[in-house]
């Protein structure tokens, strides 16, 4: 119990309304989950960034990119798996692009979860990977954005798709703030204006 309660100490104040289970197995997911979910990235992030940043914590089992649900275009955020990669979706054990600015700071600093945009779920094989890219990954600048990494219970289908009305992330209907990214896709405080 007394670990348990130090644990959740590491775990982000987000709640997925969407768990089918009680805050407690929510909680108990988050703290053996091999997941995670990185938000705040660009819209124009690519999947092989993400491997590459993300497999220097460990052996990547299956990156999912988040979707905006109406234009099927990256969104901000993506997830990791744990099925074997279909070919056609195949991640490349060696990433063979060469990758714009992935600046790795040797410690990571603390970044604010309330800006959201682009976002990724990842899967590792093993549970410390995940504990490390959350560590150490977090607030690394990817594409001249801190990127936020946050446990995550699992994916399931229907996770990769963003939630808002818009059909991109909840949070980004709702900034007041000026992002080149989310303007550009048209996600700038759209509902605020309209409400
Ligand atoms: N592990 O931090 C996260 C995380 N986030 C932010 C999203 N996901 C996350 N997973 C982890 N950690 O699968 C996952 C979701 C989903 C996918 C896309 O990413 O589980 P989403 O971002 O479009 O929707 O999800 P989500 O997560 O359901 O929205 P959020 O941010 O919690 O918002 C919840 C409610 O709060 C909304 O209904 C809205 O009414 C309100 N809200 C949110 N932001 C604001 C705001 N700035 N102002 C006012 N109200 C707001």
Redesign the pocket.
Known sequence: MASLIKDQSKL?P?????FPGTQEEFEHA?LTSTT??I?NMSFYTTEEQVYELFSRAGEIKKIIM?LDKNTKTPCG?C?VLPSVPSPATAIPATPTAVFPVATVPATATAVS??V?SN?A?IRYYSREDAEDSVKYISGTILDDRPI?V????GFQE???????RSG????D???TDYDPDILLKGGYGKLVQRE
């Open positions: 982000s987000y709640r997925d309304r969407r988050l995670i979910y938000g988040g955020f997830f979860p309330a959201e976002y779920l936020r946050d446990f995550d219970w229907g996770r990769q798709w963003g939630r808002g991109g992330q909840v949070r209907e709702y900034r």
